[in-house]
Each structure stands twice: as C-alpha cells, then as structure tokens.
C-alpha cells in the first residue's frame, strides 16, 4: 500500500434508506438531473436497491437508495449523518428552478458565514439534506 488511497481504494457508493423508492427516485432522476443506473428487488430479504448517479460506477461514486419493503414509517435520521454535497454552476438558478418543481430548501443560496464559498441546503424526500456548492 502506498499510503495515499489512490491506488487501493475508492469510493463506491453512499447508501441512504428511503420509505417511497418511487418518489425518490424521481427526486433524483428529475429534480438532480441523475441517472436511474439500476434497480433490483430481492424477494427474500424483501427490499429494493436502485443505484443513480452522474456517471457509471465503474468510474464514479454513485448513491444506493435502499428500500424496506416493511417500512411503514419514516426513517429517524438522526444526529450522525451529515449531508450530501454536489457542485453547481449557477446555484441561484438552480435554486429556482428546484423551488419551482417543489423542492424545500431550507438554506437559500448565498455565502457562508465563515467563507466564500456560495452554497445552499434542498431536502430529498426522505428530509436528507443536500447541499449545492457553486462551482469557482
């Protein structure tokens, strides 16, 4: 091993589970403008896996929307888990047009208190919160 990663590893996936595979493949796919890459129901474990993402995955990281077919409620989120980041261009526009087709964004676009950079905070279905980071 040569210590850095870059050889022996790399990022596969981000698993998240979600309560409508439906909805939230279409939160993804319509509204992020990702790819539907895969789906696969496994009867005997009674769930549903459906991979999206920008590109394939054999060349980039890639989110699995894991769906339990006995799950009525929602998930807890809890205090763990962060967020998702993708970069943008044009965050204001982005931001207006994903306003318009109903997505809740809690953190409208605009600096960070503590940097330059220019980001905002939308919410998938399942309340996992994205954040967009303009592109420099």
Known sequence: MSGDGKDNFRLLHTMIRVKDLD????????????????????????????????????????????????????????NGFGHLALGVEDIYGICDKLEAQGV???????????????????EDPDGYKIELVEKK
Request: no cysteine.
């Open 23 to 78: 909805k939230s493949i279409d939160f993804y796919v319509n509204n992020l403008e990702m790819k539907l890459l895969r789906r696969t129901d496994f009867p005997s474990g009674q769930f549903t896996l459906a991979f999206v993402g920008y590109g394939e995955e054999k060349d980039t990281t890639v989110i699995e929307l894991t769906h339990n077919w006995d799950q009525e409620e929602p998930y807890d989120l809890g």
């Open 104 to 122: 809740n964004i809690p953190r409208p676009p605009g600096p960070m208190k503590h940097g330059s950079s220019v980001i905002a905070f939308i």
